[in-house]
């Protein structure tokens, strides 16, 4: 059973950072890709970014250039840095742990809320 545990979410006034955190524990196999998916409220959950294990990285448009993930292989964390934070950034950010070959598996967090507003 894989826990993946996120912090770091609250309420930011819109143009300011935030940066959020993820930890995954509790896995026998490697995680090969961690990332933030979002939801906001009557909306579908979306991807927000993800990170593998060999650095390479998919971004959203809508936070291209605003948004930057990073990930430590060796601890299983990730981070996500967000700049520039706008109203429609609202939503609960949710942390996925996943490994996408056999065995695979794919972990949530609990989520964490952010809000832009001012």
């Known amino acids: 059973q894989v826990q993946v545990v996120e912090s770091g979410g609250g309420l930011v006034q819109p143009g300011g950072s935030l940066r959020l955190s993820c930890a995954a524990s509790?896995?026998?196999?490697?995680?090969?890709?961690m990332g933030w998916y979002r939801q906001a409220p009557g909306k579908q959950r979306e991807l927000v970014a993800s990170v593998r294990t060999n650095g390479s990285t998919n971004y959203a448009d809508s936070v291209k250039g605003r948004f930057t993930i990073s990930m430590d292989n060796a601890k299983n964390t990730v981070s996500l840095q967000m700049s520039s934070l706008k109203p429609e950034d609202t939503a609960v950010y949710y942390c996925?742990?996943?490994?996408?070959?056999?065995?695979?598996?794919?972990?949530w967090g609990q989520g964490t809320q952010v809000t832009v507003s001012s």
């Open positions: 996925n742990a996943e490994r996408t070959w056999w065995p695979k598996f794919a972990s």
């Open positions: 509790g896995s026998f196999f490697s995680i090969d890709t």
